[in-house]
């Protein structure tokens, strides 16, 4: 079976990637699962696209293979875009998501309707070994939720809420939610993009 290295040691991404690429043949490997977790990524991009690449180019140009990286993140229009492409580590790295959720309802108390206008945005960006890199993107909008609800999903999802579904992402069955999501729509062009080139 064909190995792709997964520019990640999020363990939630990973399955994630995992469950929307199922059945594809290949298996999609960390960081952390391939022993390489010490390689010093700078994301010091100033975009979603950016910083993708340096993540997929930095662990490709370290081991000589292929490698996959996703940069993602939520803007909401009301705080200007924010936390956008600081989204993991808006308010600190550490800090729970619950905490980062409740401080955006709370930035967002006098929004109404379409003033909570928010997206899900993913970048994936795939390096070779000659220094090609080929990228993608996906996006879904929603709104803010007025408060946290659901268990499934993670990071921003509980607050993420579909007008369309009448929920929010963490109340979508995880096959729901990656039909639909952000990273599910990268991922499927990416694979579409990638097939075309017969790598996959």
Partial sequence: MKKII???CNQDKIKEIREILA????EYVSLEDEGLSGINITEDGSTFEENAVIKAKTVSEATGLMVLADDSGLEVDYLGGA????????MGE?????IKNNHIIEELKDAEGDERSARFVCVMACAFPDGRVITTEGKIEGQIAYEEKGENGFGYDPVFYLPEKGCTTAQLKPEEKNAISHRGRALRAMNKKLAEEGII
């Fill in 94 to 98: 550490d800090t729970p998501y619950t």
């Fill in 6 to 8: 997964v520019a990640t």
């Fill in 83 to 90: 936390p956008g492409i600081y989204s993991a580590r808006y």
């Fill in 23 to 26: 059945g594809d043949g290949i």
